[in-house]
Nanobody, 121 residues
Framework: VQLQASGGGLVQPGGSLRLSCAASGFTFSINAIGWYRQAPGNQRELVATISSGDNYSNYADFVKGRFTISRDNAKNTVYLQMNSLKPEDTAVYYC???????????????WGQGTLVTVSS
């Protein structure tokens, strides 16, 4: 199982970036995927998830209305379109397999290297 995030970079406040998560080694289309981020000194936090099948998406409150998660099963790839970026969005972004439990969403794959997003003027 491998998930590799890419597409990060330096962007000015108010700008946009699109991250990609390329998956391999498992049946991508039947698995839910989540984007996470970790800022320096902070714990890793869930940003957005997308289910398999109906592609239902869910977002953390701090990105609602600004970020959009999507998937292309033919390409085994999940995307995170990030608009109206803020300095507080600066973090390393990761993708992972997730499962939905009564107690919350849980990642269960291995973490890749992530991709760094820096929002600064």
């Amino acid at each position: 199982v491998q998930l590799q995030a890419s597409g990060g970079g330096l962007v000015q406040p108010g700008g946009s970036l699109r991250l990609s998560c390329a998956a391999s080694g498992f049946t991508f289309s039947i698995n839910a995927i989540g984007w996470y981020r970790q800022a320096p000194g902070n714990q890793r936090e869930l940003v957005a998830t997308i289910s398999s099948g109906d592609n239902y998406s869910n977002y953390a409150d701090f990105v609602k209305g600004r970020f959009t998660i999507s998937r292309d099963n033919a390409k085994n790839t999940v995307y995170l379109q990030m608009n109206s970026l803020k300095p507080e969005d600066t973090a390393v972004y990761y993708c992972n397999l997730v499962e939905f439990r009564v107690t919350g969403t849980r990642p269960f794959g291995s973490w890749g290297q992530g991709t760094l997003v820096t929002v600064s003027s």
